[in-house]
């Protein structure tokens, strides 16, 4: 470990590191999609975060490494931080959340092609007693909005849009990248994992049931 490396790095590294191979085992980050961080300081803002480009269900925890508050690697290593650094960045910022993680699976992907395009559109899911796993919600009649993003391959361009999408929904919980994936967060690794599993679930009952969330 180095000096620039925060505190508890490798310890959190260890358990991004698990958390990879758990969600490839529930075939939710198939190939090397997926990307997965945990905060390590404020100020600077310091993220743990695994490499791109790597296939999940192998992760180690020297695969995971550090960096800043512009996604720019500040430990050293060769690797490059995932693609999608900046969303990460723009998520732990904006919310102020401990921990982000993002998945491919199929049916967050087919529920996030919403006949609705545009900075407007989102998916409604309510009545679901497992609505209850995520932070603040204590009914299953409480409605969760997620939001869906247009997906872009320009990431400073889709971080912006996130972080915008993020301001017109203070509530919400996670989001969408329309034909993309989920990305959710928490205040820790566990809060991070217990939202992805919960919206996993919701989408996959969703799907499977034909069921009838509102996109609006
Ligand atoms: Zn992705």
Not at 150 to 158: A, E, K, T, V
Not at 187 to 192: C, E, G
Request: hydrophobic share 40%; with cysteine; aromatic share 6%.
């Amino acid at each position: 470990m180095t000096k620039t490396r925060g505190s508890g790095f490798g310890a959190r590294a260890s358990e991004l590191a698990a958390i990879g191979r758990r969600f490839y085992a529930r075939g939710w980050v198939l190939g090397t999609s997926g990307n997965f961080s945990a905060v390590l300081s404020r100020t600077p803002l310091r993220l743990a975060i695994t490499s791109s480009s790597l296939p999940k269900g192998t992760l180690r925890a020297s695969d995971i490494l550090e960096c800043d508050e512009h996604g720019r690697v500040v430990s050293k290593t060769k690797a490059k931080p995932s693609a999608e650094t900046l969303l990460h960045v723009e998520i732990a910022k904006r919310r102020g959340a401990g921990a982000v993680l993002h998945t491919h699976s199929v049916w967050s992907t087919m529920l996030s092609d919403a006949w609705a395009s545009g900075p407007e559109a989102t998916l409604a899911i309510e009545g679901y007693e497992m609505l209850k796993g995520l932070a603040g919600v204590t009914s299953h009649e409480h409605r969760v909005i997620i939001p869906i993003v247009d997906n872009d391959q320009d990431m400073p361009r889709l971080a912006r849009r996130v972080g915008d999408t993020l301001d017109r929904h203070p509530a919400a919980h996670a989001f969408l990248l329309r034909r993309h994936g989920l990305y959710t967060w928490g205040a820790t690794l566990a809060d991070a994992e217990r939202h992805v599993e919960i919206l996993e679930f919701l989408f996959e009952t969703i799907g499977r049931t034909g069921g009838k969330p509102s996109w609006q």
